[in-house]
T-cell receptor, first 115, second 113 residues
Framework: DTGVSQDPRHKITKRGQNVTFRCDPISEHNRLYWYRQTLGQGPEFLTY????????KSRLLSDRFSAERPKGSFSTLEIQRTEQGDSAMYLC?????????????FGPGTRLTVT | KNQVEQSPQSLIILEGKNCTLQ??????????LRWYKQDTGRGPVSLTI?????NTKSNGRYTATLDADTKQSSLHITASQLSDSASYIC????????????FGTGTSLTVIP
């Protein structure tokens, strides 16, 4: 257990439905990342927060995706009108401080299946 | 284009044997290189972090090497154990603050008794 938690761990939804995932980073970690990982692939960057500010978004993050970190603590990732191609593992990671050498701690992920 | 490539894609070894995984990258500006171990259905866990000035770093039976000139890294696992069965992912951090992370596709290692 790295100290980063994600909820739910698994989500099955029908195409067209909206889903929301939550990530609770390690306390006081100011940087928070969301990644998407499909089977047999490495994680792909989606978005990055420093405190409550969303500093960077990947082109992968279409208009159907939105992420928030309202108080600089937990974060949510919402997918609207889900498609089968959204089926993947969604990983959250947090880092303390601003040094590029600091450790990145990953949560266990949320496995999304869109039927 | 910033890319991280790993080889082999998968590997099967006998328990107790050693193995070496490879990582080549074309990421700029380079900040640091990390190796992660990811068990099936879990998030990645960090093994090593190296800057361009570090040639080698060990973490128990795991030893990572880095050649910043050729932009290559390797992860050597000695005396493999069944619990080493996992995916090993090479990650290169880029940018002035190292806030951008580029992931390889991983090497799937299976250790058999």
């Amino acid at each position: 257990d790295t100290g980063v938690s994600q909820d739910p761990r698994h989500k099955i939804t029908k195409r067209g439905q909206n889903v929301t995932f939550r990530c609770d980073p390690i306390s006081e970690h100011n940087r928070l990342y969301w990644y998407r990982q499909t089977l047999g692939q490495g994680p792909e960057f989606l978005t990055y927060f420093q405190n409550e500010a969303q500093l960077e978004k990947s082109r992968l993050l279409s208009d159907r995706f939105s992420a928030e970190r309202p108080k600089g603590s937990f974060s949510t990732l919402e997918i609207q009108r889900t498609e089968q191609g959204d089926s993947a593992m969604y990983l959250c990671a947090s880092i303390l401080g601003s040094s590029g050498m600091n450790e990145q701690y990953f949560g266990p992920g949320t496995r999304l299946t869109v039927t | 284009k910033n890319q991280v490539e790993q080889s082999p894609q998968s590997l099967i070894i006998l328990e107790g044997k050693n193995c070496t995984l490879q990582c080549n990258y074309t990421v700029s500006p380079f900040s640091n290189l990390r190796w992660y171990k990811q068990d099936t259905g879990r998030g990645p866990v960090s093994l090593t972090i190296m800057t361009f000035s570090e040639n080698t770093k060990s973490n128990g039976r795991y030893t990572a090497t880095l050649d910043a000139d050729t932009k290559q890294s390797s992860l050597h696992i000695t005396a493999s154990q069944l619990s080493d069965s996992a995916s090993y992912i090479c990650v290169v951090s880029a940018g002035k603050t190292g806030n951008q992370f580029y992931f390889g596709t991983g090497t799937s290692l299976t250790v058999i008794p």
